[in-house]
């Protein structure tokens, strides 16, 4: 026998492939352990972690995850796995400290409760497929929250209590610690351990990039939520539900192995930040910490569970139906299927073969067309009326093909009925499930969704707003319409043609379709019409935000083949109940508003009542003005001197800008410079800052005032765009001025968004001449490494710090360190915002070089700067 038995081997050896055979030789001799060993080990190490974790008063670990290892273990293995189960959770007590008899004693509980456990989840099926259906999941959940635990505190707790390791007045907390912990436990671990172990799926080599990022992403968010990485004051605000979107991504995107992984993964750092006094749990009691850890590790984790189920019952309803859908289109016997009109929406390739039609002959059409004269009226009626009566036909019947041939058949044909019992389709012969799931959905979208920009059309858009008004009602919400017309935009057609138009559109559904939530409805109800039906609108500021984002998205122009096309929305705003309370009223208004939109120039919203419609239009006034003040050199550019702290010369000016919106009030530089920012005039007004400097430069030297260099902000945006360098220096050049002239001041947090662009930029601006200074310095994270890579000259400390010096101890300290740090580097330090003698004679008693701020001057114009200069009252530095 055992020469025949090796000979056998040896035979099946050479039959496989040369991996296999690899595989093989080397599990020649190797027994795996037996799983009551294997469990043993493991329950003994997750028994030993979960006393480390529990509280030394009730012995109860927040979270047993020994409780999960050994119901998995024993709804995979059976009853073998027991007597490991209890060997390791012994061991753990015993080492943990408790004499041999109460260890013993304590962990039967835990055999019981697995035991039990497994015997009550059996009943669902094999335990591979335990969690992969919602109601199993529910019943798991129910049962591993109400019922199981009880057979292990039953055991456990009296065997503590008895032998004096609870005392009485902690007997309830131990019960609820140790009831929550074990059903913690069996939450995590045992999804955990089934869904690894039973090798369901594999991970397709084209997911491997996305785990990766899901691992890496859930490793970032959970260190910043649990890791303390976060303000303190972050704790304040719901944190603890970042990590939720990655539990649904794994859901959606994986199976029930990554998903429960992941949870694991975020419960580890839970309880790592937890234990540490870090993250949104440790309170000053550590029962509280522990029952906002067990309740939010049990939410979470019963929630994705849910979620992961329903996923998977949809995979695989989606894998039946597709399934389906490949038998019946290749059946060898033609399938057709008509509507209870009679209709024919669908047929298998296989009717199309015999009968010589093509989809446009038949789809669409009544099936009367198939019929041929061979049988009369009144045997047709007999056939439709057994099929109401019986909901079955079948017989001979003479068909017409699609050269008019006529041919015999046996036809089959059987009535489809709803829930209801009402007649839906009739099958004859024909039924293709995946064409007619096609057809059904391509009729249902013709009737209901506009062709041209797949968006729901005016039937669909009534029957929801009608039901959006409905619901409202019945919750006391409010519902904000909007109507949206495109100006001026019958130009594009007359002008352009219709397809341009057409494509315009498909562009303009696009760009609206990112501005609303899933949760609205975006419709177009004819030409350029548009509407938008926002629901739960708590303030008017809800429907102003939205309304911003839309006019917003109308910023950049559409290209369309060759053409570059700018298009702007008039939009009105009705709101429900406060304009109407039906959906007749509510379009009325809508309609009357946005007109009201029009007749003020377009490109903005009003709501139904006016004197509610004009301070949202504040900022499309304000680009509007700038816009043309732009293109009037209406911009006024201020100077405020730089003096050397200790010679007393005036060693430099900054450029400030002034706008002058209405009346003789300036303007917040803040607010118009914000907008030229969000609106793309950021360029141009930069470049018109810069000509005015330059030409100032200028006409100082030519006055005789020489070596001073000026100083000039420049925008993150202007540093974003393409060839900024170059641009920079044609328009220094081309105003008389040299690069050594002019300063550009950036600030720290613009340094930081793209190191590496900026320090290759920085490095091009100064080969070019350009002084370079770091505004703002000290409000952002730069690093001593990096500065002493970039090419400044320049570091200027924060007026936040200056303004409290010498009072406040750590406003001077970080004024002391930036000072050093700077002079470390060979850079000069320059404090803005000096407007006393005290903070002065501070920062020179710290060495700081120079100095800017109302303890010496205002902002002046071009003429007082001569002026102070030819009086005497400033001394240049020399050049």
């Not at 910043?224 to 303000?231: A, I």
């Not at 839309?550 to 429900?576: C, M, N, R, W, Y």
């Not at 340094?751 to 590496?756: P, Q, S, V």
């Not at 920062?843 to 003429?863: A, H, M, N, W």
Request: glycine fraction near 8%.
């Amino acid at each position: 026998m055992p020469e025949r038995d090796a000979t056998t081997r040896k035979e099946v050896i050479d039959d496989t492939s040369p991996e296999q055979r690899t595989d093989d030789a080397m599990n020649i001799g190797r027994t795996p352990p037996p799983p009551w060993l294997t469990y043993g080990i493991l329950y003994f190490a997750s028994a030993w972690i979960g006393l480390r974790l529990a509280t030394v008063e009730n012995l109860a670990s927040p979270i047993w995850f020994a409780a999960g290892i050994a119901l998995a273990g024993t709804l995979l293995h059976g009853r073998q796995v027991l007597p490991g189960i209890w060997i390791g959770g012994a061991g753990a007590l015993l080492l943990g400290g408790l004499s041999p008899v109460v260890a013993a004693t304590t962990a039967l509980g835990g055999v019981f409760e697995a035991f039990v456990g497994a015997s009550l989840l059996r009943r669902l099926g094999p335990p591979q497929r335990l969690l992969q259906h919602s109601y199993s999941v529910i019943y798991f959940l129910l049962a591993i929250t109400l019922l199981i635990p009880l057979f292990s505190v039953s055991i456990a707790i009296p065997s503590l209590y008895f032998n004096g390791l609870i005392t009485p007045d902690r007997l309830i907390e131990s019960i609820v610690t140790w009831w929550v912990g074990d059903a913690t436990g069996m939450l995590l671990i045992s999804p955990l351990l089934l869904a690894w172990l039973s090798r369901s799926s594999t991970l397709l080599r084209r997911q491997w990039p996305e785990a990766t990022a899901l691992v890496v992403a859930t490793v970032l968010v959970s260190s910043l939520v649990f890791g303390g990485l976060l303000p303190a004051g972050a704790h304040n605000y719901p944190i603890s539900y970042l990590p939720f979107p990655l539990l649904l991504w794994a859901a959606l995107r994986f199976d029930q192995r990554a998903t429960t992984a992941t949870l694991l993964l975020i419960t580890g750092f839970a309880l790592w930040g937890t234990y540490r006094g870090l993250g949104p749990f440790p309170q000053q009691d550590l029962n509280d910490t522990v029952i906002l850890l067990q309740v939010y590790i049990g939410t979470m984790g019963a929630t994705i569970l849910l979620v992961n189920a329903i996923v998977s019952e949809r995979r695989q309803a989606t894998s039946r139906l597709a399934l389906a859908g490949k038998v019946i289109t290749h059946s060898p016997d033609g399938i057709i299927v008509a509507d209870h009109r009679g209709i024919i929406f669908s047929a298998n390739p296989a009717f199309y073969q015999a009968t010589g039609f093509k989809q446009n002959d038949i789809l669409g059409k009544s099936i009367k067309q198939l019929k041929s004269v061979h049988h009369s009226p009144s045997f047709f009626r007999s056939v439709w009326e057994q099929l109401k009566t019986n909901g079955h036909w079948e017989g001979e019947i003479w068909n017409r093909n699609q050269a008019g041939e006529i041919m015999p058949q046996w036809l089959s044909l059987n009535v489809i009925k709803d829930g209801n019992q009402h007649i839906t389709h009739y099958l004859g012969i024909y039924s293709d499930v995946s064409r007619q799931k096609r057809i059904k959905e391509r009729i249902h979208r013709l009737a209901y969704y506009d062709v041209l920009t797949g968006l729901p059309n005016r039937q669909l858009f009534t029957d929801r707003l009608n039901q959006a008004i409905k619901y409202a009602g019945r919750h006391t919400s409010r519902i904000a319409l909007f109507f949206l017309d495109l100006d001026r935009f019958k130009n594009i057609n007359d002008s352009l043609g219709h397809s341009i138009g057409d494509k315009v559109l498909q562009l303009t559904a696009e760009r609206l379709t990112k501005c609303v939530r899933q949760t609205d409805t975006l419709a177009r109800l004819g030409g350029d019409e548009f509407t938008i039906i926002v629901q739960d609108v708590n303030e008017d500021f809800d429907a102003i935000l939205v309304a911003e984002k839309v006019v917003k998205a109308f910023k950049q122009p559409f290209i369309v083949d060759t053409h570059e096309l700018f298009q702007t929305p008039s939009i009105g705003i009705a709101l429900f109940p406060d304009d109407g309370e039906s959906s007749e009223e509510l379009i009325k208004h809508a309609d009357t508003a946005m007109y009201r939109a029009k007749e003020l120039g377009g490109n903005g919203f009003q709501f139904f009542a006016a004197a509610m419609s004009e301070p949202v239009r504040w900022n499309l006034t304000v680009e509007t003005a700038l816009r043309r003040a732009i293109e009037r050199n209406a911009i006024q550019v201020l100077y405020q001197p730089q003096f050397d702290l200790y010679s007393g010369n005036i060693v430099g000016l900054e450029a400030l800008a002034r706008w002058h919106y209405k009346g003789p009030e300036q303007t917040p530089p803040e607010v118009f410079i914000k907008v030229a920012e969000d609106t793309g005039l950021i360029h141009r007004l930069g470049d018109l800052i810069l000509e005015i400097v330059c030409k100032q430069v200028v006409r100082w030297y030519q006055e005789g005032i020489e070596g001073l260099k000026v100083a000039v902000n420049i925008s993150p945006v202007q540093l974003k765009q393409s060839g900024f360098a170059s641009r920079l220096r044609r328009i220094v050049e081309q105003n008389g001025a040299l690069p050594h002239q002019i300063e550009l001041e950036i600030t720290e947090g613009t340094l930081m968004d793209n190191a590496e662009l900026m320090e290759n930029l920085l490095a091009l601006l100064s080969v070019q001449g350009f002084q370079i200074a770091v505004d703002d310095f000290g409000t952002g994270y730069s690093s001593l490494s990096y500065l002493r890579r970039l090419s400044l000259d320049r570091i200027k400390i924060d007026k936040s710090f200056v303004k409290d010096i010498p009072q406040d101890s750590n406003d001077a300290a970080i004024c002391s360190a930036i000072i050093s740090m700077a002079h470390n580097l060979n850079l000069k330090v320059i404090a803005e915002g000096v407007e006393t003698e005290v903070q002065m004679e501070y920062l020179r008693s710290e060495r700081c070089d120079e100095i800017q701020g109302y303890v010496f001057s205002k902002p002046v114009t071009p003429e007082e700067v001569s002026e102070m200069v030819r009086q005497g009252f400033w001394h240049v530095e020399a050049g």
